[in-house]
T-cell receptor
Framework: AQTVTQSQPEMSVQEAETVTLSCTYD???????LFWYKQPPSRQMILVIR??????QNATENRFSVNFQKAAKSFSLKISDSQLGDTAMYFC????????????????FGQGTILTVHP | DTEVTQTPKHLVMGMTNKKSLKCEQH?????MYWYKQKAKKPPELMFV???????INESVPSRFSPECPNSSLLNLHLHALQPEDSALYLC?????????????FGQGTRLTVV
């Protein structure tokens, strides 16, 4: 079984500054995906960024980037130039990659980090 | 169109009622999911359908009954619920391609059982 740990229940940052959210995971799988989702007060879970475990290059998506350390089983999210709209609960999530070129299945979520961006 | 639509957005039901939650996607995804989420907690997987067949049931009580009538629709039938079943119910969908694994979520149905 997989476990995902987010050790920061709450964080805050000033608008335009940079913040890093931490995530560690534990698995015996070698092929998997890692995701960061955000859930603003509107409730919808929105994909922020994904990382395939076999890729050494860290994923980036505009102001969002990850630091993926496979050996350390660490997957942190960096948000640059924070904006008020980034205020949300952020979840780190793990998904095992299925065989045969397909993938579906259980997303294992961390407990979440509530991020507040202050003006 | 990367939208998953859930109806209703809010639902209040008595413990003897029967109600259904509906979910629709038009992204051609062949995997669909139901998650339950309590306040300030992560979503918990309930069911997974792939190719309209139930592939994962996370030991969910029988008072929750999923149904996948076709590749675009997913229902969750509710009967004889308990107050502790009050939660946000999230539907999600994903492709079955290893190159495209991410799940897309709907806005959820806020369920209150009285």
């Amino acid at each position: 079984a997989q476990t995902v740990t987010q050790s920061q229940p709450e964080m805050s940052v000033q608008e335009a500054e940079t913040v890093t959210l931490s995530c560690t995971y534990d698995t015996s799988e070698s092929n998997y995906y890692l995701f960061w989702y955000k859930q603003p007060p509107s409730r919808q879970m929105i994909l922020v960024i994904r990382q395939e475990a076999y890729k050494q290059q860290n994923a980036t998506e505009n102001r969002f980037s990850v630091n993926f350390q496979k050996a350390a089983k660490s997957f942190s999210l960096k948000i640059s130039d924070s904006q008020l709209g980034d205020t949300a609960m952020y979840f780190c999530a793990f998904m095992k990659r299925q065989g045969g070129g397909t993938s579906y299945g259980k997303l294992t979520f961390g407990q979440g980090t509530i991020l507040t961006v202050h003006p | 169109d990367t939208e998953v639509t859930q109806t209703p957005k809010h639902l209040v039901m008595g413990m003897t009622n029967k109600k259904s939650l509906k979910c629709e996607q038009h992204m051609g995804h062949r995997a669909m999911y139901w998650y339950k989420q309590k306040a300030k907690k992560p979503p918990e997987l309930m069911f997974v359908y792939s190719y309209e067949k139930l592939s994962i049931n996370e030991s969910v009580p029988s008072r929750f009954s999923p149904e996948c009538p076709n590749s675009s629709l997913l229902n969750l039938h509710l009967h004889a619920l308990q107050p502790e079943d009050s939660a946000l119910y999230l539907c999600a969908s994903s492709s079955l391609m290893a190159s495209d694994p991410e799940a897309f979520f709907g806005q959820g149905t806020r369920l209150t059982v009285v």
